[in-house]
């Protein structure tokens, strides 16, 4: 069961977009994560440093991909990898023990100051991570203040509900982590169908609103639970307030 004392986080749930949908595998979206991960790593080396009686140095910052929802898909790994060479200490989390990263114990990302979920099927995400206590895990590691990111299911998982493919045609899915509440639909304008069909099931019923819609290379961002800011790394790229009465679009920084 997630805990309903959690009194600090940051999410960031992208529509879509990131290392993933970049031909060159840059992405201010990401740039913007490394920056977030960056404050949270030399947060934490000044307060280990002042604990032993030294000064804090500056090092790069752990980051951790969990592909889960795409089945581990190595050549997903291998983009992430590459996107981040250099610039983090990068990790990866594979539920599939997918050679040559193979299984690790989930704990593990309480030492990350970034944790990046992968896109792909938010049912089997969100089945396999409750097998082995990830849920759980992610909700501890949110608390202590690493940053929580992820792509389309991985931006997906963290609502109470969602517009999903992972039965094939588009569903609606009340099977979410609930750490925000309501419902996402990301893809918002980029795939057929994803709009209309969000929309009526917001004014449905069928998923609790309100929700929120997130374009391609737009991004939102939460502080302990509630939005706080978008941000957009295409111009036409931008995120929405679905409800009964319709749509409003948000405000937003393009990066």
């Not at 704990?107 to 082995?132: F, P």
């Not at 759980?136 to 609502?159: E, P, Q, V, Y």
């Not at 999903?164 to 990301?186: E, H, N, R």
Request: charged share 20%; hydrophobic share 40%.
């Amino acid at each position: 069961m997630m805990d309903a004392a959690l009194n600090q986080s940051t999410i960031v749930a992208l529509g879509g977009g990131g290392f993933s949908m970049s031909e060159s595998g840059t992405s201010a979206i990401d740039d913007y994560l490394l920056e977030l991960a960056t404050t949270v790593r030399d947060k934490r080396s000044t307060e280990a440093h002042h604990r032993r009686g030294g000064r804090g140095a500056s090092v790069l910052p752990r980051v951790c991909f969990v592909p889960t929802a795409s089945g581990d898909n190595p050549d997903y790994i291998h983009r992430f990898e590459a996107a981040f060479d250099g610039r983090a200490e990068t990790h990866v989390l594979s539920m599939f023990g997918q050679s040559p990263w193979g299984y690790q114990d989930p704990k593990m990302l309480q030492d990350m100051d970034l944790i990046y979920v992968g896109g792909g099927s938010t049912a089997n995400l969100l089945t396999l991570w409750r097998d082995h206590g990830v849920d759980d895990i992610m909700a501890l590691a949110a608390s202590r203040g690493t940053i929580l990111a992820g792509i389309s299911a991985g931006a997906n998982c963290w609502f109470e509900a969602s517009s999903t493919d992972s039965f094939g045609p588009l569903a609606p899915l009340s099977d979410g982590l609930g750490l925000i509440p309501g419902s996402a639909c990301p893809h918002y304008h980029g795939e057929p169908g994803r709009a209309e069909t969000f929309r009526t099931w917001i004014e449905a019923g069928q998923l609790p609103g309100p929700g929120l819609a997130i374009d391609d290379h737009a991004a939102v961002v939460f502080e302990n639970f509630r939005a706080t800011s978008v941000i957009a790394e295409k111009s036409e790229a931008h995120a929405y307030i679905v409800d009964e009465r319709g749509e409003t679009r948000l405000d937003r920084d393009v990066t």
